[in-house]
């Protein structure tokens, strides 16, 4: 009884030092990287670090609940105190976006543990961050051996989509998950200047431990979008040179045909590194054309796990790092792209027709990998061999627009109904709804072809309109109709949402196909207002 009673009684006159807490593992530190967090370990994992000697940095919240009801852990880190004016830099960080792209999860939270030790102040005296480990809950339970076959380790993870089975990095305009709409609340309660979205790819055999991109819609702010660059051009250089890993702009080898972005017309069935895709509907993407910056990580499938793992959280730290340098001309970019939007000058406009822009003579590393048979339970493998020859190849990473059209002065919805006035609000696009009826003279869509597939896909069959435009003439609006102004901070989302020639607009998901019959039902107002 003595003998247990006597650390205590040292420690209380203080002949012995207190102990600190221990430090926390991740699940997958734990198990030598061979199986993944689940939710309960993250939850564990991120309540122990709040007992580490700066825990007070940390606030733990639920942003949302998923499909099957699970909650969105999302970590706030700043540094204790009143908060500072001008504020500090803002940056949301999100992981598992599909679940069993796992990298995103374990580096959060090796971050979350490193902050609460006291790493990263310097960090943190520039920049207010809100990580969301695990984005995609349901996807990230739903653990099974080979769930992402040919992905080198662990055997075990999450699968792509949620509990809806849809893919959340398709869902950012049409907002049908509950995880999305919790997201989209997010970026507007929090408004990020950085938006980084972890993945992990299994593409084209490549050199690298990771790729990246900005955001690729034509219709980002052009100063937001070279300063995005520049952020990622910091970032690839301090990998490279502070941790090792080689990195680039993501992509795959392709062959292509040019459809006329710039590039020769010689130029047919070109075998080059070409870029993903330009359309809203995923994250990075999207989050452009709000005015502020977006990043996507691509962590090589084909390393193992806790290489993966280290060059996901590399990238991190180095993208916010990058932030924090570049903060001022950052800030200067988004304000100032606020301010045009706002002010509608020089007049806007929304880019449609997309193609690949011009390509970009580069190295890009072409890499090897070793096959590992399906033994002893254990799924398909396949190993990075190697760092990668250097070829000399087109490049190409970002679209262009071939065709361009002026905002109008607002548009206005005759007859919304309540998804469009949901999805509209969700997006934090401004709105009215006119208590009394107006007379405008606005231009109409006229609708000659509807195209859609067959086949379903992510819950809609994906509209293509095909029409002309009218000449303005004399409109009278009823009561009750929505009025959506162009000078709004957030005038090239609301055009991409409302344009029938937007490439992926609220009409491309079926919101206006019930009121599309001959005309488009939303009108381009051109005096009125």
Known sequence: MLAGMLPALLLAVGLIAPQSPPTPATAAEASGFTATSRLADVERFCRSALDLPHGDRLTLHAAGRSHGDRPLLLVQARLPGPAPTPRRQRALVIGAIHGGEIEGKEALQQLVREIALGDHEDLLAHVELWLLPIYNVDGNEAVAVGNRAGQNGPDACGQRTNGQDLDLNRDFVKADAPETRALLRLFTEVDPDLFVDLHTTNGSYHGYHLTFAPSLSPNVDAAVAAENRALLDAAQAAMRERFGFATFDYGNFETHDWDGGGAPESAAGVRGWYTFDHRARYGVNYFGLRNRLAVLSEAYSYCD?????????????????????????????????????????????????????????????????????????????????????????????????????????????????????????????????????????????????????????????????????????????????????????????????????????????????????????????????
């Open 305 to 529: 796990f806790a290489t993966r793992t280290a060059a996901t959280h590399a990238f991190v730290v180095c993208v916010l790092q990058a932030l924090v340098a570049r903060r001022d001309a950052v800030q200067r970019a988004a304000l100032a792209a606020d301010a045009r939007a706002l002010a509608g000058t020089p007049p806007l406009a929304l880019g449609y027709a997309t193609g690949f822009a011009e390509p970009e003579p580069m190295d890009v590393l072409v890499g090897e990998v070793e096959r590992k048979e399906p033994a002893d339970g254990r799924p398909l493998r396949f190993v990075r061999k190697g760092d990668g020859v250097p070829e000399r190849l087109p490049v190409v990473r970002a679209f262009r627009a071939a065709q361009q059209r002026p905002l109008p002065a607002a548009w206005a919805i005759p007859a919304p109904t309540a998804a469009v006035r949901d999805r509209l609000a969700l997006h934090g696009i401004e709105f009215e709804e006119l208590a009394a009826p107006r007379t405008v003279r606005a231009a109409s869509f006229a609708v000659g072809k509807k195209k859609k597939p067959k086949r379903p896909y992510q819950g809609h069959q994906e509209l293509v309109l095909e029409g002309s435009w009218s000449a303005a003439a004399e409109v009278a609006l009823p009561a009750g109709a929505l009025w959506v102004p162009a000078r709004q901070r957030l005038a090239r989302l609301a055009a991409v949402l409302l344009e029938p020639e937007s490439e992926d607009s609220l009409s491309s998901w079926n919101f206006f196909e019930a009121e599309t019959d001959t005309h488009y039902p939303v009108l381009r107002v051109v005096e009125g207002s």
